[in-house]
């Protein structure tokens, strides 16, 4: 399994093992792994080499450290691709997930001039201002705060909102949602986000800011969110021009 004649950097070689436990299950979430020491006797490799592996795999998301208690596995991070406009609770039920949200406010605001510009309305014109937390099995994912003409989207309701934004307005308004431009960007948890993601100050965090569309090429909604890094990933397949 370590092959100290190759090429590959022990710590790597190490790295890809414990990462190849993780990836098929033979390493369980929240589990204990060996210590350092551990790892160093056993395959006769130095504590340092063993150290920059874990350090790796911690930043990476594979394995987090809890003081004085040791290193354990983490979740694996949820896909998710970037083709095919889904919604949360769709994304989370087709991974056997059970979606949840806590919702913080919720409220109808007169739109500030760029606001209104991203959805095409006039300024002052009402729009919801809809803030929850995305929950996948109880464990928070994103911090969502979502803007949605309040005459367009008619009728929203709490009860709404706890469940999915997309089935009301798909089966209910008989909207048709036709497309989205996003943008990610990396960033640091803020105060708000480290208290409603449940991480430590300082934590990366994956900023989207999606538009949508109708058919009709109408602007529906502006989704501002914070996905906890550590628990998501984006995944893009391309298609080189032949
Ligand atoms: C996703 C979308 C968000 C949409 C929401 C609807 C991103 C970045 N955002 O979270 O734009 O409003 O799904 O989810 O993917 P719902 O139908 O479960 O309420």
Request: a neutral charge.
């Amino acid at each position: 399994m370590i092959d100290k004649q190759s090429p590959i950097p022990i710590y790597h070689q190490l790295e890809e093992y414990i990462k190849h436990l993780i990836e098929n299950g033979i390493l369980k979430p929240d589990e204990a792994i060996p210590s350092e020491r551990e790892y160093a006797e056993q395959y006769q490799i130095s504590r340092m080499t063993v150290r920059q592996a874990l350090n790796n795999l911690v930043n990476d998301g594979f394995l987090y450290r809890q003081k004085g208690r040791g290193t354990f596995v983490n979740k694996q991070k949820v896909e998710q691709k970037l083709q095919g406009l889904t919604s949360f609770t769709e994304d989370m039920k087709e991974r056997g997930m059970v979606p949840s949200s806590r919702l913080i406010s919720f409220e109808i605001i007169p739109a500030e001039p760029q606001l209104a510009r991203k959805l095409g309305i006039k300024e002052n014109t009402p729009v919801y201002e809809i803030k929850r937390v995305r929950l996948a099995d109880n464990l928070p994912m994103a911090l969502e705060t979502t803007y949605l003409p309040a005459n367009l989207v008619k009728g929203l309701t709490e009860e709404i909102i706890n469940k999915s934004l997309y089935q009301y307005i798909e089966e209910k308004l008989a909207l048709t949602i036709s497309e989205a431009t996003q943008q990610i960007e990396a960033s640091i948890a803020k105060e708000t986000e480290v208290k409603h993601l449940q991480v430590d100050t300082g934590s990366p965090v994956l900023l989207i800011v999606r538009t949508s569309f109708l058919q009709d090429g109408t602007p529906f909604e502006l989704v501002k969110s914070a996905y906890r890094a550590d628990r998501y990933k984006f995944v893009h397949t391309m298609q080189r021009a032949s």
